[in-house]
C-alpha cells in the first residue's frame, strides 16, 4: 500500500461552533448556542435564533460561524442559496485559519464555473488556503487524514505559488516518485493560472500544460521554486 509522508475533508456538512482563531470567549459562547439551537430545531423560534446568533457571532469573528454561515449558503439550507456569499464566508474563516473553512473555499472555488464570478483576483488567499487544508489533511489535525485530498490541496497550493507546498511536494517526490502521478495534473495547471497574473503562470512562453505536467513530478523543479537545493 502506497504510504505518505506529506507533513504539514473537512465535512462539507455544518460544523460546531466552538471557538476558534482567538474569538472572544462571549463570541464562541454565542457561536455555540446558535449551533445548538440551529441543530435541535424543537421550537418554531429555534433555527431563526439559532441562525441569528451564528450570523452575529461570524460577524465577530468566530470561524467557525463564519464556515457554518458559508456552509448554509452554498447548500441553500435555510436561507436561499448564494455560492458567492459562501465563498465569502469561507474566505473569511479559512484567513483566520480554520481548516474545514480553507478546504470549503478551495472546493468550492474550483467547482464554481468562472462565468458565476466567483474566481478572485487574489491567488496568494487561494494559496495559502489550499495549504491549509493539505496540511491538515496530510497530518489529520483539525480535518480527517486523507493524503490524497492533501496531495490535490498541495499541489494546488504550490502552482499558485505556495513555497512551503512546493517543500512539501519535492519532499515527497525523493521519497515516493509515484506520488501526484494520479492527479489531473493538466487539468489543475490550467486551473491555477486562471488565478494568476500572465507573469506567475506556470505555463509561459508557450509551453502547454500537459507539457508542464510532466516536469512537476520532478522533486528539483519544486526545490527550485522554493530557492531551495535538492537532497541527494
Known amino acids: 500500500m502506497k504510504k505518505s509522508l506529506l507533513l504539514p475533508v473537512a465535512s462539507a456538512t455544518i460544523c460546531c461552533a466552538a471557538a476558534f482563531a482567538g474569538a472572544p470567549s462571549g463570541v464562541a459562547d454565542k457561536a455555540m448556542e446558535g449551533y445548538r439551537l440551529f441543530v435541535r430545531d424543537s421550537l418554531p423560534t429555534d433555527r431563526g435564533d439559532g441562525y441569528a446568533m451564528m450570523l452575529a457571532a461570524a460577524w465577530e469573528g468566530d470561524a467557525k460561524a463564519a464556515n457554518n454561515i458559508g456552509w448554509l449558503l452554498e447548500k441553500g439550507e435555510y436561507v436561499e442559496k448564494d455560492p458567492a456569499g459562501a465563498l465569502r464566508w469561507y474566505e473569511r474563516a479559512a484567513r483566520q485559519g480554520l481548516p474545514a473553512a480553507a478546504l470549503n473555499y478551495v472546493e468550492l472555488l474550483f467547482s464554481a464555473p468562472a462565468e458565476l464570478g466567483l474566481m478572485p483576483t487574489d491567488a496568494a488567499t487561494v494559496a495559502d ?59 489543475m495547471i490550467r ?39 535538492a537532497v541527494n
Open 129 to 187: 488556503a489550499a495549504f491549509i487544508a493539505g496540511r491538515a489533511c496530510a497530518m489529520g489535525r483539525g480535518l480527517p487524514a486523507d493524503y490524497r485530498m492533501a496531495e490535490k490541496l498541495l499541489m494546488r497550493a504550490a502552482l499558485l505559488g505556495n513555497e512551503e507546498a512546493a517543500i512539501m511536494i519535492a519532499q515527497q517526490l525523493e521519497m515516493y516518485p509515484d506520488s501526484f502521478s494520479s492527479l489531473p495534473l493538466a487539468d
Open 191 to 229: 486551473q491555477c493560472d486562471r488565478l494568476l497574473p500572465e507573469e506567475k503562470r506556470n505555463c509561459r512562453d508557450e509551453q502547454t500544460a500537459e507539457a508542464l505536467a510532466g516536469d512537476v513530478l520532478d522533486p528539483a523543479f519544486w526545490y527550485a521554486r522554493a530557492s531551495l537545493p
